[in-house]
């Protein structure tokens, strides 16, 4: 899924090949690095409800294995491009690293718009995709996972279609089950929390109290949801929301200035984390345009949506109040923005540091999997709080020692890690 004109992996590149010179890395290593391991694109042939048939295009890519099984969700989107798996399958390689979990990293997806589809359709695109990659993915291969458009259903019926090929029960191949068929507790809500775990680290960092801060957000599919739930828990005020409106085809940023209430917000939200425009205006929200939620006079801003929203033109549009941008999203600040929110000093959470939540969560998933034994909500957002917290005091280390910014540092830490696993397998 890609905005107009931009390419997300050369982007990755971009951000891999500057990190790779400040860490002086040899030649082979860095071609072994800037590109995937493995690349599978596929057609997924399905008969459609009227009878008709339809081929779907489908990519799975990993980008490396070296630290362990490649790890990484499907997005199910019109949009969806081999460069933009490219990239986020890459991203997943540096944060599995950046905190530390024996997984490398993959991406997927379809191009399809479920908006358009029937559960029916659905589930034979997911069980198509499956039979497609079932001799290169598994538990101890590349284990997948949802990701913008895909569900907790969609992964089961993948998970089915697995054990229907194979013949054996194995939980531990996808994550992001259904709870109650291997699904872990606390999985809905760890990319969320766990960027509200890292910006409550920033917070004490800078010195501020979480109660007087505000902040505005991209996007209220899962990620922003839970991040804007625990956030307000902690005492923020939220005061605004941007969301896709399929009917206007345009995104629209909703406002409360005292303070949006999740429990309000989410009644009045679609299973795709769209918000509904009437009801928002009913219970007194403000529409404004899309692009609204980045000019708010807030002190944190939580791109939680889509990659390429903070870049050269949008950049300008954040007050001087900004402090801290946490990024929810995948690749939501292109490498120019960058150079702008330097020179404005805001601390960035960097996307593969501050939504390393969910990774974290599926690969708790997996282990309870492999275990058969299940824990608690409070024990797994623990564990997940711990790891959180731990990966970002290391960045924050890192950036102050080497003086660097907290992304080149992220990269640092998850770059030297990478490249010591394949150096040490002797790849390179
Ligand atoms: P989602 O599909 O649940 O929600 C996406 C949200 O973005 C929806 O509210 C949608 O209305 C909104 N949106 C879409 N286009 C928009 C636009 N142009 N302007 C404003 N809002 C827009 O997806 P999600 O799972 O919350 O993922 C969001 C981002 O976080 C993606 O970049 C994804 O790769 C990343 N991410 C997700 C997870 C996870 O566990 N879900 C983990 C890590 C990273």
């Known amino acids: 899924m890609s905005t107009q004109g931009f390419n997300p992996f050369l982007m990755a590149q971009q951000q891999f090949d500057a990190v790779a010179e400040k860490l002086g890395l040899d030649q082979a290593t860095r071609d072994l690095l800037r590109w995937p391991d493995r690349e599978f694109h596929f057609n997924i042939p399905i008969r459609m409800d009227d009878g008709s048939y339809r081929v779907f295009r489908g990519f799975r890519v990993q980008h490396n294995d070296a630290r362990g099984p490649a790890k990484g969700g499907i997005r199910f989107h019109p949009q969806e491009t081999i460069d933009t798996v490219r990239a986020l399958a890459m991203w997943m390689t540096w944060k599995t690293a950046v905190v530390d979990i024996p997984l490398g990293g993959g991406k997927g997806g379809v191009v399809c718009d479920p908006h358009n589809l029937s559960l029916r359709e659905q589930e034979l695109i997911c069980r198509g995709w499956v039979r497609q990659v079932v001799r290169n993915v598994g538990p101890l291969q590349d284990v997948p996972a ?9 992964m089961i019926w993948m998970l089915d279609e697995y054990e229907k090929i194979t013949g054996i029960k194995a939980p531990g191949f996808i994550t992001g089950k259904p709870i109650g068929l291997g699904g872990s507790l606390g999985r809905t809500e760890a990319t969320g929390y766990g960027v509200i775990y890292t910006v409550r680290e920033a917070l004490k960092e800078l010195g501020i109290d979480i109660r007087n801060t505000s ?20 005492g923020g005020t939220a005061v605004a929301v941007s969301s896709w409106n399929p009917k206007e085809k345009a995104a629209i940023t909703f406002r409360k200035k005292d303070g949006i209430k999740f429990d309000e917000l989410i009644q009045i939200t679609n299973k795709f984390g769209e918000i509904d425009k009437d009801k928002a205006i009913e219970l007194g929200y403000e529409v404004l345009p899309g692009n609204a939620w980045i000019e708010q006079e807030v002190d944190i801003l939580v791109p939680a949506a889509l990659e390429n929203q903070i870049n050269k033109e949008t950049v300008h549009l954040i007050k001087d109040s900004v402090k801290i941008i946490a990024e929810g999203a995948n690749g939501p600040t292109t490498p120019e923005a960058d150079e702008v929110i330097k020179q404005k000093k805001i601390h960035v959470i960097p996307d593969f540091l501050a939504n390393a939540g969910g ?26 709080d711990k790891k959180m917290t731990s990966a970002y005091h290391s960045v924050l280390n890192l950036s102050r020692e080497k003086n660097v910014y907290m992304r080149d540092a992220a990269y640092m830490i998850s770059i030297s890690r990478v490249a010591e696993a394949v150096k040490l397998r002797g790849w390179v």
């Open 146 to 154: 949802p990701d913008v458009m895909t569900t907790s259903q969609h």
């Open 215 to 234: 902040a505005s957000f991209q996007g209220f599919g899962n990620v922003s949801q839970y991040a804007l739930q625990l956030y307000t828990m902690m």
């Open 359 to 384: 990774v974290t969560c599926s690969y708790f998933e997996q282990v309870q999997c492999n275990m058969n034994y299940y824990w608690t909500k409070e024990e797994v957002l623990e564990k997940l």
